[in-house]
């Protein structure tokens, strides 16, 4: 059984359709890469996955179970967590009270919370940061922590969560090419722990080298899925996403890939 | 040479006690399309914002055609002809694309021929023409993008300043609009551009400079850097 | 030394202070004006929660303080309860009307947060001095919510009897554990879970849903928590001055509880309590001008917000400078 | 029928007043997001100006009309220079003006207080004489303030719509940094709009207190109908505010008539709660789309 299944889901605002009748499975311990151009409603398929701006058309089955129309915290109970494409992170906060959010309060529901966030919960955050290598981090101020350490945190209290499935946005804009290498390690590392990942990105890189499988998406629909590899011989996915240059360049650069594993 | 259009030195400048800038010196000479690259968050944006005086400069100096201009307002500072068209367009939302247009030749020397400037920008986006009566915020990602240059383009003479015109943009979209950019120069327009895509300006642009961790590290022209992939792959990534 | 720790020291040495005051000072006029600045500090202690850690712009605090003493004096007046058992009911009265209003601010934003809040407690006011229709004539014509005049005669705590010389001291001891009572709560709140949801919500709600904080739930609990001792400081309010009346909702009150928050240091621990000291004694001192008292307490408002916005306690504070004001954007 | 004429006609005073004090307040909060809680004082302030002006000067009333306008726009403009511009230098901008607007407002209220005593004063500026329409007598004064203030309302929207300095206030309340960069001074911007509220709350306060009375706290009420209309309205929607001004005014007269003026504020309250939690951004207010 596929760990996330959307069928037909869609999401439109007023006369604007964001998503449009998206059909796809992210099988257990998958990673599914998804591109397309900007305004294709890759992060708007976030929002709805995340019951953060609920589907309008369509169903989203976790594990079987519909989540639909779940309110967000109930899907994160459920056992997605989500990283976003801006910085996001409670600001006045220290990094590990970041992290125990996401461990105290991600898990399960918590109708009558206790006055201590207890040894349990607090042991979770540390390792969570611990993974992600931001320990030393702990008791700094949120706010005034730099791009890459906000976006490794934000990934440790998704983690601290103990998801499922881990929807990642962008985790790599606005980054260098030595950050983000650090950042794909950290992928790989939550990989294989035996947590499923989507995730969305602009940098190709990024995107085929970690997954298995990719979605290219425009104006709301699915124009592409397949194995990375062949992103490059779509003609539909050059013409509205790629261009000829970034194609060839992309190409070339999975050609000197093949040849250094090969 | 002939006196530079902008000339910084030793420039500093960030937000709130975090410095995103130091040491940056720069030169864009007239008539000419100067490129900035660099990986994102290392100060690009800030950079143009410094020119155009939202961002408070710390150190250093700004000088157009000679006169500072560190220190001034923002509204003193595009008076004098620093027009910027920003990240994000940041159009009007609520106004209709000619009310936009009509916003961007608010300066005082502007305002007066702003007939002949409104022809000329339909003539070169004639995308806008079409679209003069719709509200902005209803756009498309492509013709906000075009009604942020005609906008820009509206308040006349002076030093044009880019910041990532192709962001977000469909390959196609981008084509349509580099090539108005660089009719532009052809035409002799003084331009400074801030793109993530080396790539796209190698051949065209007549400088470019690297910017990383606040900083210029590497300046020339496009035939030298594609002769030096390391830097491509360091701070560009492939 | 952990901050709880710190914190407990902290309220260890106060307390003590604060019971060798009517020793100290054993004239009535010292000792009645601490009851007072007790039973205000619970307030701001509790209001703090809402506005500070939670960053819920509600003005509806007094709005609550006033349920909290209508309730304990209209219980007492109507059905004869007696004030030990009243002023509890009435916390739990309160707490309703706190979750109610809590509710019906769940899906705005900052500043219609506090219109709707204000707006709220106006109309309980009209309604209250409006209302002139005779709800029982046994002594006299006395409207439902006793309308201008408010509500006497529903009862005592029986100290004045008890001992009629010195009952303002018993009230200073009540109304001492009630403050030590907030403040302990408070320190609860803001370091445990609670204050950890409250402050994820401030800081960022769409964030803090998405790690699975229910947003509804925590804002009624918000409300409801901070209404509850709130609700309690308005029974023992009326009890300590035998009489309620529509003078609670004062727009000069109000304004005088949240300039001790702000002056204090908004979302901390000790700054509410710290400014609530520093106005009754600014009030004290300003009190030879009379009539120019309210333009004084104005003035010092506006220059503290200029001068000092993080609040007085930010002196204090070893931590760099830290963003403790909500965040209504 | 004549019921219908004298609640329309009440009605719509009313909402012309509520409008002239709404659409400054609205103004200010869309181009600074700054909530002004010293609108009621200087709304009343200016009524005691215009009263000061005519009972002790002797000025001729329309002057003194002007002059306490005017008087008020100056002190919107050192609200700006004293407490927004210096706040504006800080984080938390909505939250510290907001309070230091309280503090103001109640300087600007015991001012008065001290100034012109606590009991209050009939408004001298009053047009004497009315119309009748059908069996009802619609007095003068009525007609003068619906006169008034549609020629103020007008005013605004052509100065908003037509005018460089209009266009740059709708530039500033819709992208601040755009505006900026299209080169206009926005300080100078927010300076001006202080002042225009804080005539717009004279010229409303002299209509108020000129069917009412004059007193300190005058304001109070008014003051918190300008911001059930604003939030009704969706805050900072200027023309949005207009509407819902009127529409109040007369659901105010409607609900007085019907359930007596006891009951009336509170169905006002009770609609503003409801239309809040149907459009929590107001009637015409956008909502936002917020992107993490």
Known sequence: ?262 | MAEPVLAIRDLAAGYDGRRVLDGVDLVVPAARLTAIIGPNGHGKSTLLKAISGLVRVSAGTIALRGERIDGLRPDQIVERGVIQVPQGDLLFPGMTVLDNLLMGAYRQDAARDAGARLDMVFALLPKLKERRHQIAGTLSGGERRMCGIGRGLMAGEGLLMLDEPSLGLAPIVIDQIYEVIFDLCAAGRTILLVEENAQRITERADSIHLLDNGRFVWSGIGAELMARPEIIEAYLGA | MTPVKRDILIGLVLVAAACAVPFLFPGRYVVTQATLFFVWAVVVVQWNLVLGVGGIFSLAQMALFATGAYATAMMGFYWKVPMLAAIPLAGVVTVAAGMLIGLACLRLRGPYVALLTLAIAQVLYVLIVNDTACFTTTGGCMPLFGGVRGIGQFGDLGFRALMPKTWHIAHYFVALGLLVVAVAMSIVIIRGPLGLAFRALRDNPGYAVSRGISRFRYQLWIFAVSAFLTGIAGGFYAVHFRVVGPTVFSFQLLLFLIAMIVVGGLGTIWGPLLGAAVLMLADEGVKELSDYRNIGLGLLLVLFIILQPGGLVRLFSRRPKRAADAKTG | MDVFIQIVASGLTLGAMYAVATVGLSLVYGSLNMLNMAHGAILTLGGYLCYAGIQHLGLHPALALAGAAALCAVVGLLIYLGAALPLLRAEGFETNVFIATIGIGSILENLMLRGFGPYPIPQPLAVPGHVVLGNVHVPLQNLFILGVAVVLMSAVAFVLERTRTGRAIRATSMNREAAQLMGVRVGRVYAQVLAVSGALAAVSGVMISSIATLSPVMGGDPMLKAFIVCVVAGLGNVYGAVVAAIVLGLLEAATQYILGVRWSFATLLLIVILVLIWRPYGLFGRTQVVRL
Do not use: W
């Open chain 1, 1 to 262: 059984m596929p760990l996330l299944s959307c069928r037909g889901v869609g999401k439109s605002f007023g006369a604007l359709t964001a998503v449009h009748d998206l059909t796809f499975d992210v099988e257990p311990g998958e990673v599914l890469g998804i591109g397309g151009p900007n305004g294709a409603g890759k992060t708007t398929l976030f929002e709805v996955i995340s019951g953060l701006n609920p589907a309008t058309a369509g169903s989203i089955l976790l594990d079987g179970t519909d989540i639909t129309r779940m309110a967000p915290e109930r899907i994160c109970h459920a056992g997605i967590a989500r990283t976003f494409q801006l910085n996001a992170g409670f600001d006045t906060m220290t990094a590990r009270e970041n992290v125990l959010v996401g461990a105290y309060f991600g898990r399960r529901n918590r109708t009558m919370p206790s006055l201590r966030a207890g040894r349990e919960t607090e042991r979770a955050a540390d390792e969570a940061m611990a993974m992600l290598d931001i320990a030393d981090r702990a008791d700094r101020i949120t706010g005034q922590l730099p791009v890459l350490d906000r976006k490794l945190l934000m990934m440790a209290s998704a983690l601290a969560t103990r998801p499922k499935l881990l929807l990642m946005d962008e985790p790599v804009g606005g980054l260098t090419a030595k950050e983000v290498d650090r950042v794909m390690e950290a992928v790989r590392a939550i990989r294989a722990t035996g947590v499923t990942i989507i995730l969305i990105e602009h940098v190709m890189r990024f995107l085929v080298q970690l997954s298995d499988r990719v979605l290219i998406m425009h104006h709301g629909e699915k124009i592409f899925e397949g194995e990375p590899s062949r992103l490059v011989e779509d003609r539909t996915v050059i013409d509205v996403y790629l261009g000829q240059g970034a194609s060839d360049r992309l190409k070339s650069f999975m050609g000197s890939r093949e040849a250094a594993h090969g």
